[in-house]
């Protein structure tokens, strides 16, 4: 199982949301990966700087995932490049903060299997092999 359908089934997906939450887990990883957000390391100075720090640190370590609210998001996230993100997948940038509420814990859960922030290279190594997997 990939990153990508373990995202989907960590975050409760029924194979009806799948196709929605498909397009979102790619605007998602188009978000992160973008030069405003800066991958998983600047997605966590957003959220120490938001006041959502410990929220953040609890996807990345082993225990349980803390929840975060769209309305957290929104105030958390940089804007434009959501606006980006959403536009590329062709879903409201209010929906897509919606779905990224569910599917961002797990996504970052996975993105950090040993409790680390992954490096630039190994996000690209990562984001390679997640879009690799969503085509087959």
Do not use: C, R
Not at 73 to 92: E, F, M, P, T
Not at 100 to 118: A, E, F, I, R, W
Not at 121 to 129: D, E, F
Request: proline share 4%; hydrophobic share 40%; net charge negative.
């Amino acid at each position: 199982m990939g990153l990508f359908d373990e995202v989907l089934s960590m975050a409760g997906s029924s194979l009806g949301q799948q196709t929605e939450h498909a397009g979102a887990l790619t605007a998602i990883m188009g978000y992160i990966n973008s030069p405003q957000v800066g991958g998983v390391a600047g997605l966590q100075k957003m959220f120490q700087q938001g006041g959502l720090g410990e929220v953040f640190n609890s996807w990345v370590s082993s225990g349980e995932n803390m929840p975060v609210s769209a309305s957290e998001l929104q105030n958390v996230l940089h804007s434009g490049a959501l606006q980006d993100a959403a536009q590329k997948a062709g879903i409201d940038p209010n929906q897509l903060t919606g779905m990224m509420s569910s599917l961002l814990p797990h996504l970052v859960d996975k993105l950090t299997p040993n409790g680390q922030v992954p490096d630039a290279g190994t996000l690209q190594s990562v984001l390679k092999g997640f879009a690799a997997g969503q085509s087959s």
